[in-house]
Antibody
Framework: QVQLVQSGTDVKRPGASVKVSCKAS????????ICWMRQARGQGLEWMGC????????DYAQNLRGRVTMTADTSTTTAYMELRSLTFDDTAIYYC??????????????WGQGTRVTVSS | QSALTQPASLSESPGQSITISCTAT?????????VSWYKHLPGRDPKLVIF???SRPSGVSPRFSGSKSGNTASLTISGLQADDEADYYC??????????FGGGTKVTVL
């Protein structure tokens, strides 16, 4: 069964960092990109960026460059998304998702269950 | 403001058809050939129902169909059922942002 299982709920102070994990199973991890999206309360989905696990190449949304880092550990088939200098606006549910095909960054057939990150003082 | 505009909400009775539009407001989406649609229930992971404008993933009901005319893509759900009630998001490849999403459409089955 192909699935992505994410880490649990997290609460952070403004200015802190958060690192969300996404454990992949049921498919060849290095063959498909992993992308990250988020959804703030009452808002739509926002694409954050992607990583190719086979080569570690990343592409980030312009508004997050400098604050976000995506990595992938092929030995544990786990992808990570770290977001730094958190503000209240970063409060959201964060999702990882698997590319539909090996060369697709724009369509996803499997999503993680979501990780709620709350930024609170 | 999203580069893709969707109606905020739509409602229809069971058994009827409903069409959700997704209009590109930016030329960044190019020929608009890489449009996908996701069904999203609050608290659940999004589910892909249409990709590349009109392709349906295996396992998705044929009641879901996609189309495009000019800069507007559409998702049609025919034979509406209670469990079709959800938020639906379109997305498109973008030259500047890789991927952009619409604001989402809440579908209510009356």
């Amino acid at each position: 069964q192909v699935q992505l299982v994410q880490s649990g709920t997290d609460v952070k102070r403004p200015g802190a960092s958060v690192k969300v994990s996404c454990k992949a199973s049921g498919y060849v991890f290095i063959d498909y990109c992993i992308c990250w999206m988020r959804q703030a309360r009452g808002q739509g989905l926002e694409w954050m960026g992607c990583i190719g696990p086979n080569n570690g190449i990343t592409d980030y949304a312009q508004n997050l460059r400098g604050r976000v880092t995506m990595t992938a550990d092929t030995s544990t088939t786990t992808a990570y998304m770290e977001l730094r200098s958190l503000t209240f606006d970063d409060t959201a549910i964060y999702y990882c998702a698997k590319g539909l095909d090996s060369d697709r960054l724009d369509v996803f057939d499997i999503w993680g269950q979501g990780t709620r990150v709350t930024v609170s003082s | 403001q999203s580069a893709l505009t969707q109606p905020a909400s739509l409602s229809e009775s069971p058994g009827q058809s409903i069409t959700i539009s997704c209009t590109a407001t930016s030329s960044d989406v190019g020929s608009f050939d890489f449009v996908s649609w996701y069904k999203h229930l609050p608290g659940r992971d999004p589910k892909l129902v249409i990709f590349d404008v009109f392709s349906r993933p295996s396992g998705v009901s044929p009641r879901f169909s996609g189309s495009k005319s000019g800069n507007t893509a559409s998702l049609t759900i025919s034979g509406l059922q209670a469990d079709d009630e959800a938020d639906y998001y379109c997305s498109s490849y973008s030259a500047t942002s890789i991927l952009v999403f619409g604001g989402g459409t809440k579908v209510t089955v009356l």
